[in-house]
């Protein structure tokens, strides 16, 4: 039997066919409804950003691969003047529109000796090709050990992480745009480009 609005309101009435009709709706709506809420679960913890290395862990000296190969110790203490350490990939098109940045920030640091910037790629393919024709101006360096990587929660790049006397002091992720430009120009009392188009 149904309402005046045409809603049924007694299942019994049903024939057999439309109970079957009934039921399977009621299924397929609940699990679409089910997969809704899933669907926004996963997109929620894709889209939440991961937090940034905490400022103040301690940070010393990694193992790492020069472009050529060679294997080096690289002490990223910045004991007396900041080392900004520059996370890359040569395929990262973020990273190649903040190149003219960190090139910048590199150049000044070094000509007034208030620091010094550090490249390290998270990528080994392609890494030869890309120091050599981008002309970084910074040492460059890949095969970052995994527990490194873990440690430091690196992946998304470009990331710069400011050491100071054995720790780090700042940990900036994305290219610089205009609000991050800013606080690097702050940090550092530098002038930036911008990024590229």
């Given at each position: 039997?149904?309402?005046?609005?045409?809603?049924?309101?007694d299942v019994s009435v049903l024939r057999t066919g439309e109970r079957s009709y009934l039921l399977v709706f009621s299924v397929i709506l609940l699990l679409s409804v089910t997969l809704n809420v899933v669907l926004v679960r996963r997109v929620n913890s894709l889209t939440t950003k991961k937090p940034s290395t905490d400022v103040g862990m301690a940070i010393?000296?990694?193992?790492?691969?020069?472009?050529?190969?060679?294997?080096?110790?690289?002490?990223?203490?910045?004991?007396?003047?900041?080392?900004?350490?520059?996370?890359?990939?040569?395929?990262?098109?973020?990273?190649?529109?903040?190149?003219?940045?960190?090139?910048?920030?590199?150049?000044?640091?070094?000509?007034?000796?208030?620091?010094?910037?550090?490249?390290?790629?998270?990528?080994?393919?392609?890494?030869?090709?890309?120091?050599?024709?981008?002309?970084?101006?910074?040492?460059?360096?890949?095969?970052?050990?995994?527990?490194?990587?873990?440690?430091?929660?690196?992946?998304?790049?470009?990331?710069?992480?400011?050491?100071?006397?054995?720790?780090?002091?700042?940990?900036?992720?994305?290219?610089?745009?205009?609000?991050?430009?800013?606080?690097?120009?702050?940090?550092?009392?530098?002038?930036?480009?911008?990024?590229?188009?």
């Amino acid at each position: 039997m149904s309402d005046r609005n045409g809603i049924i309101s007694d299942v019994s009435v049903l024939r057999t066919g439309e109970r079957s009709y009934l039921l399977v709706f009621s299924v397929i709506l609940l699990l679409s409804v089910t997969l809704n809420v899933v669907l926004v679960r996963r997109v929620n913890s894709l889209t939440t950003k991961k937090p940034s290395t905490d400022v103040g862990m301690a940070i010393g000296s990694v193992s790492l691969t020069d472009p050529s190969g060679k294997p080096v110790k690289i002490n990223l203490r910045g004991d007396d003047r900041p080392t900004v350490v520059y996370f890359y990939r040569p395929t990262c098109g973020w990273c190649r529109k903040n190149l003219m940045n960190i090139k910048e920030l590199a150049k000044q640091l070094a000509q007034t000796g208030r620091g010094e910037v550090i490249g390290i790629s998270l990528d080994q393919a392609g890494l030869t090709e890309y120091v050599r024709n981008s002309d970084l101006g910074f040492p460059s360096y890949t095969n970052i050990p995994a527990d490194f990587s873990e440690k430091y929660q690196l992946g998304e790049t470009p990331q710069t992480v400011v050491i100071m006397k054995g720790k780090i002091v700042d940990d900036w992720r994305g290219a610089y745009d205009q609000e991050l430009k800013q606080k690097v120009e702050t940090a550092f009392n530098a002038r930036l480009p911008g990024l590229a188009p």
